[in-house]
């Protein structure tokens, strides 16, 4: 298994749980602007080692989540800022260029030290 990206979450936003009930995570970096605090599960600052692609696999705490669709802009913010909007939905065409979309199931309950990684099974 290679890991691609792996932060613990530092913050939980006042909105994320009105989020998931959409079935949407937004992840930052915990250094991003205030405004965006209250939205986001932010996490530790983590360099991408490589880009995330279809077939890759979303850890969030001890879940793991099979990708679906990777929009064509969410690995250049996941290196810049540690963000992306996931969609736990699995839908194969992304919704937004930001968006990385994984398999439907189960939704995960955001904690704090909560490991969030992408990774590759090889």
Same mark, same amino acid.
């Given at each position: %298994?290679?890991?691609?990206? +792996?932060?613990?979450?530092?913050?939980?936003?006042?909105?994320? &749980?009105? =989020?998931?009930? &959409?079935?949407? $995570?937004?992840? /930052?970096? !915990?250094?991003?602007? !205030? +405004?965006?605090? !209250? @939205?986001?599960?932010?996490?530790?600052?983590?360099?991408?080692?490589?880009?995330?692609?279809?077939? !890759? *696999?979303?850890?969030?705490?001890?879940?793991?989540?099979?990708?679906?669709?990777?929009?064509?802009?969410?690995?250049?913010?996941?290196?810049? %800022?540690?963000?992306?909007?996931?969609? =736990?939905?699995? +839908? *194969?065409?992304? &919704? $937004?260029?930001?968006? @990385?979309?994984? +398999?439907?199931?189960?939704?995960?309950?955001?904690?704090?030290? %909560?490991?969030?990684? /992408?990774?590759?099974?090889?």
């Amino acid at each position: %298994m290679t890991t691609l990206l +792996e932060a613990k979450a530092t913050k939980i936003g006042d909105l994320v &749980e009105s =989020f998931l009930t &959409e079935s949407t $995570l937004i992840i /930052f970096n !915990d250094n991003v602007p !205030d +405004e965006l605090h !209250d @939205i986001a599960v932010l996490h530790t600052k983590s360099e991408l080692l490589e880009p995330v692609q279809v077939g !890759d *696999s979303l850890v969030v705490g001890d879940r793991k989540y099979s990708i679906t669709a990777v929009g064509a802009t969410a690995n250049d913010t996941l290196q810049s %800022m540690g963000h992306c909007t996931i969609k =736990f939905d699995g +839908e *194969s065409l992304p &919704e $937004l260029p930001g968006t @990385i979309h994984v +398999e439907e199931n189960e939704l995960p309950v955001p904690t704090i030290d %909560m490991v969030i990684a /992408f990774v590759r099974l090889v």
